[in-house]
């Protein structure tokens, strides 16, 4: 119980706890933002409590989404602070953590990662973490970073997009992972094998088809049996970033037999679009990894109903509308999804018998503990005051205008969704009423919060 008395109750006759989906009262300190108690359907409201009832509408843990490219500072035109938050609590997220590339500077050093939190502290309309990055030459600043808060690292194994984020060459990598693995950190890797990228065809072009091959499965596969290979060398922590290739399942699934403390996530583009619609020259939808065949999405689904793949969360890597045009080669790859992710991965989990307690494991629970934040991802005592309020059986479709994103070009541009947000909540706050969020307006102090790797002891 919280030491705070609670003042604000919950009510829905779906609520989303680790135990499954029940009627019941959620009982929240908004003094202190957490969950007091999770009780049943009918407690009496305390006195001097307010009662929020949500009737049929679903409360869910808050997703929370460990994969976001916010670009802010240096690249803020592609995404800044304010705006993803903003597209975040629009969507159902109450904490993001921002990835260490596409912002100038890139988070490698502790200098960096205090200039991105003072840029974030005052935009951030939900929590925001941060990860770190490996690269050439930083191997001395991975402890420093990991000592200021920092939840993890990420590196590259081929050229990231930009230069700024040098990917690690083989010896490289090997160095950086036995760094990490000494102070106990986890490293997150986007999985490609350089040189398997590099002997496949190029991918210039209009045809989808010839973007595709450029991206072959093996170059995954290769590089996630590499990794496996270290992290056993190491007795390190990895974790895969945007699974694409179902192939690598079977090598992920073995390697967690052996102890190897590995985890994988992937993305709701890899769930709900498949290779086979995508237009030629739509490069809205050009990713990498890519989005493969349906067949392949298939074997994702398989993969997270076995518990293989841990996470899906969004890789929201967007760009200003003049650079995602052009040929396959030539586009920026990233797909924007912050603020849609919940609804687009929704909609196909109910068509393949898959349950909203599911989508919160996926999507909130397995998150927070990837992170390492222990007060996030569940509806129980003692957790953070974060919820999604959903109305499942909803539909809407995608106006690319209805997102706060600060760039609309969106993939699913015209989709019809299933899984409408009414509200948000972030520590006991209401921060997003039916897609808006509700404190838009300078000056008013956002209501999100900056969060560090929190220390075991
Ligand atoms: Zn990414």
Redesign the pocket.
């Given at each position: 119980m919280s030491d705070a008395d609670p003042d604000l109750v919950l009510r829905s006759t779906r609520v989303v706890t680790p135990e499954g989906m029940r009627a019941a009262t959620v009982a929240v300190s908004t003094a202190d933002g957490t969950i007091s108690a999770v009780l049943p359907y009918d407690t009496a409201v305390p006195p001097g409590a307010r009662l929020e009832d949500f009737g049929d509408d679903v409360l869910l843990p808050g997703l929370v989404d460990t994969?976001v490219?916010v670009n802010d500072p240096g690249r803020t035109e592609w995404e800044g602070f304010a705006s993803a938050t903003r597209a975040a609590a629009a969507g159902g997220v109450t904490t993001l953590v921002d990835?260490p590339l596409n912002s100038v500077p890139p988070t490698t050093t502790v200098q960096a990662l205090e200039i991105k939190r003072a840029v974030a502290r005052a935009a951030a309309h939900v929590d925001i973490a941060f990860w770190g990055g490996a690269v050439p030459g930083n191997l001395r600043d991975l402890r420093p970073l990991h000592d200021a808060g920092v939840l993890g690292f990420k590196c590259f194994l081929l050229h990231s997009g930009v230069d700024e984020f040098p990917q690690l060459a083989p010896a490289e990598l090997d160095a950086a992972l036995g760094e990490i693995a000494g102070f106990g950190g986890l490293l997150i890797v986007?999985a490609e094998d350089p040189q398997l990228i590099d002997r496949a065809p190029s991918p210039s072009g209009p045809r989808y088809a010839d973007f595709l091959a450029s991206r072959p499965r093996e170059a995954e596969n290769r590089a996630i049996a590499g990794l496996i290979e270290l992290a056993r060398k190491h007795a390190a922590r990895v974790h895969i970033?945007?699974l694409s290739s179902a192939e690598a399942l079977p090598l992920i699934a073995a390697a967690r037999n052996e102890g190897i403390e590995i985890t994988v996530e992937t993305c709701p583009h890899f769930l709900t679009l498949t290779a086979e619609e995508v237009p030629d020259g739509a490069t809205e939808f050009k990713c990498c990894p890519p989005i493969r065949e349906a067949a392949n999405q298939d074997a994702l689904w398989q993969g997270l109903a076995d518990g293989t793949i841990d996470c899906v969360v969004s890789?929201h890597?967007p760009c200003t509308a003049d650079l995602k045009v052009g040929d396959f080669g030539q586009a920026w790859g990233?797909i924007s999804s912050l603020q849609l992710g919940l609804p687009a991965v929704w909609t196909e989990a109910r068509l393949r018998g898959r349950t909203l307690p599911d989508l919160a494991r996926w999507m909130s629970t397995a998150p927070a503990a990837l992170a390492g934040l222990a007060h996030k991802g569940a509806i129980e005592p003692g957790c953070d005051a974060d919820f999604a309020v959903l109305a499942p059986e909803e539909t809407f479709t995608v106006d690319p205008a209805a997102l706060h994103h600060r760039n609309q070009v969106t993939a699913y541009a015209g989709k019809t969704l299933h899984g409408v947000v009414r509200s948000t909540w972030l520590r006991g706050r209401k921060i997003a009423d039916h897609g808006t969020p509700t404190n838009p307006t300078e000056p008013t102090t956002p209501h999100g919060r900056l969060l560090e790797r929190q220390h075991h002891t």
């Open positions: 994969h490219h990835m986007h970033l945007h890789d890597s990233g």
